[in-house]
């Protein structure tokens, strides 16, 4: 006998998880919508996963609340955090940067950290090309897998006032599926046609 499939969270109690999942994600709880939703779902007394509503409307929800309340000045911050990403990754454009998080899908506030994936075989070569502009980062343990191309470690910094995360990848993951902190992956082009006017 095969049980029920479970219903989705609907309704008042899923505008209600999305809402406090969008704080969370905002006042800088929570690093990301998965997270968020995780959190806000857990103290709701939603336990089951698979019932939650999908991150991409914590997104949503956190992107409304950013044009009520910040408009115009979320949007100048905004272009600031992605210049300032453009310029990172045009420095490590050797390692195939890309831009995750709340920088590339407009969720993020002041102080949040500008996310980069990076993409490589050779991690102290990171460190090296960081060394030549004197940055020395702060190394973290990277996500274990156990498997052979989990990654290795994450880099932390500060840039001209703008805290930067580097998360390295072996090189193979590139054409894999990643997981990203936000929701999408951006290359140079991309964040450089982000920025175009118009």
Do not use: Y
């Amino acid at each position: 006998m095969t049980g029920r499939r479970k219903a989705p969270m609907r309704g008042a109690d899923a505008s209600r998880v999305l809402a406090d999942a969008a704080r969370r994600l905002l006042d800088g709880r929570e690093p990301d919508p998965e997270s968020a939703l995780r959190s806000a779902a857990q103290a709701a007394g939603w336990r089951d996963s698979a019932r939650h509503p999908p991150p991409a409307q914590v997104v949503e929800a956190a992107l409304s609340e950013r044009r009520l309340f910040d408009g115009p000045r979320h949007q100048a911050r905004l272009a600031l955090l992605r210049r300032e990403a453009l310029e990172a990754m045009r420095f490590l454009s050797a390692f195939e940067p890309r831009l995750v998080g709340g920088v590339l899908d407009g969720w993020a506030g002041a102080g949040a950290a500008i996310e980069i994936q990076l993409f490589t075989d050779e991690p102290d070569a990171v460190l090296l090309r960081l060394r030549e502009i004197g940055v020395r980062p702060r190394t973290l343990p990277g996500r274990r897998s156990g498997r052979e191309d989990a990654i290795p470690e994450r880099l932390d910094f500060v840039a001209r006032g703008h805290p930067i995360r580097l998360s390295l990848f072996r090189a193979i993951e590139l054409r894999r599926r990643t997981t990203a902190p936000g929701l999408g992956r951006a290359t140079v082009g991309e964040v450089e046609a982000l920025l175009a006017p118009g």
